[in-house]
């Protein structure tokens, strides 16, 4: 996906010239894929931009940068005046927001321990990722022949760099195959997660999807499914998923940043059919939310322009 260019991009408190945010070619994070993100959106409102779960995904990028190590020089509230900021000076309606940190320029070898993390946050404007159609009226999925990496190979609850080799290698996979997005089974041959969200499923009523301990990414869209999916009075279970649960499943969904709540219409061309109805009322009250139409999620939003 081509990227849509804005004015400027945050880098270590400063903002920058967008041609200007580049990084030394020895940068060991280029090498060795040692640094964390996070991808967030800012949704339009009738208040300006506001940006959903701001806090819980700068506070996932401290995790993720304290598995490796990493000492983010920013707390997760610099983070979000600095993102608040960003998207005041370039000014888009709503966008996606990907703040990374990662080594410095200065050190090079398999020990990332001496090297300065720097942070850089960009924004742009970024449309549904699997597509309007896709939102609608779902995607076909493949079960992926790459096994999702084990959380004793790389931290699963890790947003690092580096493991996004494995989501790529599913998703081109899929895409080649002539499928929308890829789903990867874990090591143990339990439904893991796609390629950059997780799987929901319904049988008989029942919203399920696996646990962490599948060795999933604890996705922010994800718990946001769990909380509406409670106040919704939908019945709901984590548990352990079989591929064979997913065709046999009465309705498939994906959550997360990207791909927002996007129905599964097939897998392994085995039709499920979507959306169906919990889908539906789960991604209406999503987009509701996001879009802060929903004065009981308030606190889910951050309003760049303020409350
Ligand atoms: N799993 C993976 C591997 C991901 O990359 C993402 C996207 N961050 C998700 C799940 C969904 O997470 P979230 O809802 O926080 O975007």
Redesign the pocket.
């Known amino acids: 996906m081509p990227i849509v260019e804005m004015a400027k991009i945050w880098m270590d408190g400063e903002l920058v010239d967008w041609h200007d945010a580049t990084v030394h070619v020895l940068t060991p994070t280029l090498h060795y894929g040692w640094g964390v993100f ?2 967030i959106r800012a949704y339009e409102t009738d208040r300006g931009p506001a940006v959903f779960q701001h806090r819980a ?1 700068m506070e ?1 990028l401290h995790k993720s940068a304290r598995i490796l190590e990493m000492e983010i020089p920013y707390s997760a509230d610099e983070l979000m005046a600095a993102t608040r900021e960003l998207i005041r000076v370039n000014g888009p309606r709503s966008c996606y927001i990907r703040p990374i940190a990662y080594l410095g320029y200065g050190q090079i070898g398999l020990n990332p321990l001496p090297s300065p993390v720097k942070v850089a946050i960009a924004i742009f404007p970024w449309g549904t990722y699997l597509g309007d159609e896709g939102l609608a009226n779902g995607v076909r999925a493949k079960t992926s022949s790459w096994v999702r990496i084990g959380a004793n190979m790389i931290p699963t609850q890790s ?1 690092c760099c580096g493991v ?1 080799i494995n ?1 790529s290698l599913a998703k081109v996979e899929a895409l080649k195959a002539g499928y929308d997005e890829a789903i990867l089974l874990n090591e143990h041959g339990n439904v893991a ?6 799987v929901f499923i319904v049988k008989d009523g029942v919203l399920m999807t696996p646990p962490l301990t599948a060795g ?7 718990k946001a499914v769990m909380r509406f999916a409670h106040d919704l009075d939908i019945q709901f279970v984590e548990t352990d998923l079989l591929r064979h649960d997913l065709y046999l499943a009465d309705e498939a969904f994906y ?4 791909v927002e709540v996007t129905p599964i219409r097939s897998v392994d061309d085995r039709e499920i059919g979507a959306p169906g109805p919990v889908t539906k009322q789960i991604q209406d009250l999503f987009f509701n939310v996001v879009k802060g139409k929903e004065p009981r999620y308030e606190s889910m939003l951050d309003f760049v322009y303020g409350p």
């Open positions: 996070e991808g995904h996932r947003k996004y989501s997660e796609g390629s950059g969200e997780n999933i990414l604890e996705g922010i869209s994800r959550s997360g940043t990207a």
